[in-house]
């Protein structure tokens, strides 16, 4: 069975410092892996996604992960944080193969940027 | 237009009432879902459901009843509802079931509080 691990359940970064979530995975097959973002209030908001193809990933507001699969991690990164990046962050994990293909959630970090 | 709509976005209700949440979306996905969200911020999956077609159901009491009269909505019943059940509710859609790699577009929540 798929599972997700974020390691720390908050991380707190001054404006403009570099941002990384940790977050490993357990899977049986090759994963596919989510970043979504929850800001106060709202939904999740997909970040970025990696299914196969480059292991180093682009997503919306200038963040990036890499697929690690000798480390099985995911880790999210940002060079340079901003005040409106503080939100709760989710890794996700979802088989590939399976018939359902549900999304599995980590229990999320919630970054908080200071001035 | 919103994607994926749920109403209400809050919802204050007594022990042992029936309250119903309602899912729409307009993305023309055929894959819908109901994450419980606890005060912890962990995401579960409760349900989905492939073309009006239950496909996902989770360890859930029955008195979670899911509903989908056509593809585009996923309507939750709530029974006899406990003090337990306060949560927020996520509504989200993917477009095939069976292929996560798409990702999922989620609702802003139904925050809903038994007193």
């Known amino acids: 069975a798929q599972s997700v691990t974020q390691l720390g359940s908050h991380v707190s970064v001054s404006e403009g410092a570099l941002v990384l979530l940790r977050c490993n995975y357990s899977s049986s097959v090759p994963p596919y892996l989510f970043w979504y973002v929850q800001y106060p209030n709202q939904g999740l908001q997909l970040l970025l996604k990696?299914?196969?193809?480059?292991?180093l990933v682009k997503g919306i507001n200038g963040f990036e992960a890499e697929f690690k699969k000798s480390e099985t991690s995911f880790h999210l990164t940002k060079p340079s944080a901003h005040m409106s990046d503080a939100a709760e962050y989710f890794c996700?994990?979802?088989?590939?193969?399976?018939?359902?293909?549900?999304?599995?959630f980590g229990k999320g970090t919630k970054l908080s940027v200071k001035p | 237009d919103t994607a994926v709509s749920q109403t209400p976005k809050y919802l204050v209700t007594q022990m042992g009432n029936d309250k119903s949440i309602k899912c729409e979306q307009n993305l023309g996905h055929d894959t819908m879902y109901w994450y419980k969200q606890d005060s912890k911020k962990f995401l579960k999956i409760m349900f989905s459901?492939?073309?009006?077609?239950?496909?996902i159901n989770e360890t859930v009491p029955n008195r979670f009843s899911p509903k989908s009269p056509d593809k585009a909505h996923l309507n939750l019943h709530i029974n006899s509802l406990e003090l337990g059940d306060s949560a927020v509710y996520f509504c989200?859609?993917?477009?095939?079931?069976?292929?996560?790699?798409?990702?999922?577009?989620f609702g802003s929540g139904t925050r809903l509080t038994v007193v």
């Open positions: 989200a859609s993917s477009p095939f079931s069976g292929q996560a790699n798409y990702g999922y577009t």
């Open positions: 459901y492939n073309n009006k077609e239950l496909i």
């Open positions: 990696y299914t196969t193809g480059a292991t």
């Open positions: 996700a994990v979802s088989d590939t193969g399976g018939s359902q293909g549900n999304l599995i």
